[in-house]
């Protein structure tokens, strides 16, 4: 279902836990598996990444990092099952000098939650259904993890991503959904950045300029009115 106008909601239950977040809409834009000039661009960024991150203290002692895992332990869950993005592409960089490689618009947002160790992710508008809302689960939802067929159960407690059709499309920080992966033909998506009480409102900022500049420079596209920060 198309959603051009979906609109992105926080609850306050989940903003008490200490949860910020910054969304934005692109559209028309032009994806596709990888680009030469970014991967230029991409492979001296993670040069200067891997500097710091190979340091084995850095994931334990950043309080960025450290929020997320907070975060986790507040709503009951175990950080060694469920990682958040940030740390697991740290973590994945410190070990093997790479990132990920999925497509472009991915790779453009992965490797800005590299650099910010905030949590990014992108979701393809044409499979959302309505509005998206992030908030406690309360056990009812359908959550097919990215990559697989069958839908796994999501206990309540948890703060999740969730279309209005009481899909999660993102679990935490953690898992994102299949239903809006965002693939080759993907054209209008709808992104989130996520934060917490360790990341400044300006370190959001920084993050969500970023990436509507670099997707736009590699992707062209227009960025639509709908914004939302929390506060």
């Known amino acids: 279902m198309t959603s ?3 609109q992105f909601f926080i609850a306050p239950e989940v903003l008490r836990l200490g949860i910020t977040a910054a969304s934005v809409i692109l ?15 991409k492979n001296a960024v993670l040069a200067d990444l ?7 203290s850095f994931v334990k002692s950043d309080p960025i990092l450290a929020e997320f895992r907070d975060l986790h332990m507040k709503v009951g869950r175990s ?6 993005a940030p740390e697991a592409l740290i973590s994945r960089l410190a070990r093997t000098g ?3 490689r999925i497509n472009l618009i991915v790779d453009i947002y992965n490797l800005i939650s590299l650099k910010t160790r905030l949590s990014l ?11 998206v809302s992030l908030r406690l689960t309360d056990g009812s939802e359908g959550f097919v993890p990215l990559g697989a067929t069958l839908a796994e159960p999501i206990a309540a407690g948890e703060y ?8 999660v499309i993102c679990r935490m920080e953690c898992l994102q959904g299949d ?17 917490n009480w360790n990341s400044s409102e300006e370190c959001l900022r920084s993050a969500l300029a970023e990436l509507v500049t670099l997707t736009r420079k590699y992707c062209g596209g227009t960025m639509s009115d709908y914004m939302t920060l929390s506060e």
């Open 27 to 41: 559209e028309d834009l032009q994806n596709k598996d990888a680009d030469h000039e970014f991967e230029t661009y």
């Open 98 to 100: 790479t990132m990920p």
């Open 79 to 84: 950080n060694r099952r469920l990682t958040a």
């Open 179 to 195: 239903k809006t992966k965002v693939d080759v033909s993907t054209t209008d998506v709808f992104y989130i950045i996520q934060g």
């Open 121 to 131: 992710g992108a979701h393809d508008i044409k499979k959302l259904d309505g509005n």
């Open 4 to 6: 051009r106008k979906s």
């Open 50 to 56: 891997l500097v710091r991150y190979r340091d084995k």
């Open 160 to 167: 999740a991503y969730i279309d209005d059709s009481n899909s």
